[in-house]
């Protein structure tokens, strides 16, 4: 089983200072997510879901604490390697989609490919399979004013899976949604937990939505709450 | 990945399209205008003469081209070691038809035996040559000037004299040719006719003398003695490089080199703001979309140089547009004549454009570009701008 643990978070504790105040954002935080796992991290704004999902992610470092993910110790990293073990291993969606408006739905995708060394046709040929798996084969030339929201972030999950990354990690994928479109999106991301056994950490503040995940975490004010804790009020 | 980066900076230059006009249309204007007085600088103090230049020297009145000097001095310069050859001239001015500048063009009376001796880039078929020589009112023109004014041999030519007191009725019998632009744009006839129309007072005096030395290391030398052979006299010389010579009447105008200079240093200062302006606010705009690349995968330098090729493109694309402007004013203004003959956009000019629009781009992101890739993905993604 050790070899099926992606994420291991020891004593993990992040503090920023805003203003004048010290704000502590986690407070040594344990947490261990196993390989295929779909897990939604719920809580009140500002109790740390981000924050927590930044540092397995390696956007942020920690104050203190550690943190392996896939079984690299990854505040080791540089920052170019950081990078480089980030486009191989993440995939990561945002609230509010992040497309490139310059770039067509395809270009945006072919992103993260930029950054291998496949061809041009390998890299065309990878997004059209990914825009095709979230179900945009037939808005790949359309740039992201041309979709709707829902489109959007499809597109944005395709980009976050077309490097094939194990773990994906979505930051309130359906926060701007309508409700259609945010069960399309949470239908996409079952399917690719379940069907190609993606490991999905999302953050979302709708019990709906943690509903999908096949496991259900909740913070408050920091703290990780134990594994099968209720609801916090 | 080279291609995949300039791809990228070609569509983000390419998506706020008005702004991105407008920048290029100021970067052009202004290169335009630094591609030009580059080109009048380099026509002023960096201009390649004929080779023959390097031998020749001009003598003029010490105090000033307006004094002129006794035709005796000839006989005396000539006996300077170095000296190979030597021809009086004397600037005429006069009106032809009337004073509008299209029919201005140099005017010189001059020995007919040996102008073309000294100026041995001149060059002349030996049979209207012959005519030249031998006949009084004879005068040669150059090529440029000939089709300018759509002289032809034979044809008579009345100059109305101003700065003397005759009009020269003149036939042109000689059609001149030089190897060095527009050095053809001029008119020279017999001394001796001038003279004859002269009163007595005002016969006898020369306007320079025109010297070809026999080495380019006897130059300096020659200058220093002719001088030296006048110190005491009522009309001292003053002997310098025929390029001096030429460069003395750019002085006469001040210190244009400076003057040229700062308002080069100013065009590119200007530039560089608003090129910087335009930049700070593109990438201002897009910090969020930074921090999405950096979250995807894209360190800070290839996010840089991102940003650095979009604004390079930017002011490249101005900076070509106005080299191309440049140039064709340079054209046009030789061509008319307007202003320096010797005016040209050259390579050089181009290249030292070009190059001032590549750093204008490089310098005007270098600050955006660094502070926007510093600031942590968290705050970049959380930006509002």
Known sequence: ?233 | MFRDTLGLALKNALRNRRRTLLTVASISISLFLLGVLLSVYQAFYHQEGPPEQALRLVTRNRVSLTFSLPEYYEQQIRKVPGVRELVPTSWFGGVYIDNRPENFFPRFATDPERIFEVYKEFTVPPEQLQVFQSERTAAAVGKTLAERLSFKLGQRVTIKGDIYPMDLELTIRAIFESDVENQDFAMYFHRKYLEEGLPQSRRGMVGTFGILADSAEAVPRIAKQIDDLYRNSERQTKTETERAFQLSFVSMLGNVKVFLLSICGALVFTILLVAANTMGMSVRERITEIGVLRTLGFTSGRVLSMIVAEAVLISLAGGLLGCGLAWGASGFLRQSQLMLSGLSFSPPVFLISLSIALAIGILSSLVPALGATRLPITSALRHTG
């Open chain 1, 1 to 233: 089983m050790v070899n099926d643990l992606v994420v291991e978070a020891t004593d993990l504790h992040k503090e920023f200072q805003r203003d004048a105040f010290q704000v502590i954002a986690l407070q040594d935080v344990q947490l261990t997510i196993q390989r295929g796992e779909f897990v939604a991290f719920m809580g009140p704004s500002g109790s740390g879901k981000s924050t927590l999902l930044y540092l397995i992610a390696a956007i942020d470092r920690p104050t203190r604490g550690r943190v392996e993910v896939l079984g690299r110790d990854i505040l080791q990293l540089k920052e170019r390697a950081v990078a480089d073990w980030r486009n191989e291993n993440i995939g990561f969606i945002f609230q509010t989609f992040n497309l490139i408006p310059v770039l067509t739905a395809r270009e945006n995708v072919e992103l993260p490919l930029l950054l291998t060394h496949l061809s041009r046709q390998e890299r065309a040929e990878h997004a059209a399979t990914a825009l095709g798996l979230v179900g945009l084969s037939d808005r790949m030339d359309h740039y992201p004013r041309q979709l709707s929201g829902g489109q959007e972030q499809r597109v944005a999950i395709a980009r976050a899976i077309v490097s094939d990354p194990s773990i994906i990690l979505a930051d309130e994928p359906t926060g701007d949604l309508d409700a259609q479109s945010a069960q399309e999106i949470l239908t996409i991301l079952s399917r690719l937990n379940r069907d190609h056994g993606k490991t999905i950490l999302m953050v979302t503040h709708d019990p709906h939505a943690a509903r999908h995940a096949s496991k259900i975490r909740y913070l408050e004010k920091g703290q990780l709450l134990p594994e099968g804790s209720p609801q916090p009020e």
